[in-house]
């Protein structure tokens, strides 16, 4: 009886101290506000970058699915991948720093990123390979359009409506 009483009251605390672990990793990881990433960048499609373990998703852009087709002078092609090749080519052997803002609904942790001093989102938005969401990139989704380039230059749905359509 007493080794019960002992053991249960063992178990009360390792399972305090679990909770408490997890409740303080938990509050760590939904506070990436401000915090610096830097390294360099594996693509994972045209808004979200991997840094070591961690995944960020560009803030401020909407990028096409790379399941994705989009058509230019009635042609179909994989304007997701190509928007993922653009990505790879703006961060490819850079050093890439990040700036956290919050996170996503999928967890991942969204940030402003630059190579060079130059902002990748930016980039990708005026250079028509993603499009401006939440109105951060609204001025270069205007010369993009103008231009025209990448997306731009033919048909495509934006990403948000085909992901509502395809999921």
């Known amino acids: 009886m007493r080794f019960?009483?002992?053991?249960s009251r063992s178990s009360g605390i390792t399972s305090l101290i679990v909770a408490l672990a997890l409740a303080g990793g938990a509050g760590l990881a939904m506070k990436p506000n401000g915090r610096s990433l830097e390294g360099r960048a594996q693509v994972t499609d045209g808004d979200t970058i991997r840094i070591g373990e961690t995944r960020i998703r560009l803030k401020?852009?909407?990028?096409?699915?790379?399941?994705?087709?989009?058509?230019?002078?009635?042609?179909?092609?994989?304007?997701?991948?190509?928007?993922?090749?653009a990505l790879i080519?703006?961060?490819?052997?850079?050093?890439?720093?990040?700036?956290?803002?919050?996170?996503?609904?999928?967890?991942?942790?969204?940030?402003?990123?630059?190579?060079?001093?130059?902002?990748?989102?930016?980039?990708?938005?005026?250079?028509?390979?993603?499009?401006?969401?939440?109105?951060?990139?609204d001025p270069e989704e205007t010369r993009a359009r103008k231009r025209p380039a990448g997306l731009w230059e033919g048909d495509f749905e934006r990403p948000q409506d085909w992901r509502r359509r395809n999921s």
């Open 4 to 7: 019960r009483r002992r053991r």
């Open 60 to 85: 401020g852009i909407d990028a096409p699915e790379i399941r994705q087709n989009c058509s230019r002078s009635g042609r179909s092609y994989a304007c997701g991948e190509t928007s993922r090749r």
């Open 89 to 137: 080519d703006l961060v490819s052997g850079e050093t890439v720093r990040c700036r956290a803002t919050g996170r996503d609904r999928y967890q991942r942790v969204l940030a402003r990123c630059t190579v060079n001093g130059r902002d990748i989102g930016a980039r990708m938005v005026e250079e028509g390979w993603a499009v401006s969401y939440g109105r951060d990139y």
